[in-house]
């Protein structure tokens, strides 16, 4: 089965704190996405990256930067964090081409106070 | 560009009844369609998708959608719900010609199942 991990399920941090949320896959796919979820506005694209070292602005990506060092591992930085970033942030990973199915982690949940 | 619209952010029926989710979508070029569906304090999870070939399309759990391009549609379907399919679900369509492209989700359905 696929894994992807996220390596904190709940964070609760101050503002103008700088987060990173991190997230692995195990099953060396080219595809990794953030996703940030809220009620009644279901899944918004934050980035994504299909590659190492490459990535790509997804609808709402002000605020936010990313890094992939190694394929496994997708990064998602808060460079200072604000209220307005209270969320639930999802993790993805998907083999090949957009046929084919995106796997999550469980979620980080992300308080800012 | 490429949307999905989920009519109705939440659905209640009763056990036993049937199970009908909304989806309706917008893509320049053929789509790929899909249902995921979310369990509380978890990630998603694929139920069914629609890429190529038969477009009545079957999931786990029972579930199965129907692939209509004359009407831009791709709604889920249960003949006969149970407690445990509670959740929340997304439908989501990635267009066919990339292969490094995103996908874009619906804004979601809540799904109540009453005894």
């Known amino acids: 089965d696929v894994k992807v991990t996220q390596s904190s399920r709940y964070l609760v941090k101050r503002t103008g704190e700088k987060v990173f949320l991190e997230c692995v896959q195990d099953m060396d796919h080219e595809n990794m996405f953030w996703y940030r979820q809220d009620p009644g506005l279901g899944l918004r694209l934050i980035y994504f990256s299909y590659d190492v070292k490459m990535k790509e602005k997804g609808d709402i990506p002000e605020g936010y930067s990313v890094s992939r060092e190694k394929k496994e591992r997708f990064s998602l930085i808060l460079e200072s964090a604000s209220t307005n970033q209270t969320s639930m942030y999802l993790c993805?990973?998907?083999?090949?081409?957009?046929?084919?199915?995106?796997?999550f982690g469980e979620g980080s949940w992300l308080t800012v106070v | 560009a490429q949307s999905v619209t989920q009519l109705g952010s939440h659905v209640s029926v009763s056990e036993g009844a049937l199970v009908l989710l909304r989806c309706n979508y917008s893509s320049s070029v053929p789509p790929y369609l899909f249902w995921y569906v979310q369990y509380p304090n978890q990630g998603l999870q694929l139920l069914l998708k629609y890429t190529t070939g038969a477009t009545l399309v079957k999931g786990i759990n029972g579930f199965e959608a129907e692939f209509k391009k004359s009407e831009t549609s791709f709604h889920l379907t249960k003949p006969s719900a149970h407690m445990s399919d509670a959740a929340e679900y997304f439908c989501?369509?990635?267009?066919?010609?990339?292969?490094?492209?995103?996908?874009?989700f619906g804004d979601g359905t809540t799904l109540t199942v009453k005894p």
């Open positions: 989501a369509v990635s267009d066919a010609d990339t292969n490094a492209g995103k996908s874009t």
């Open positions: 993805a990973s998907r083999l090949g081409n957009s046929g084919n199915t995106i796997y």
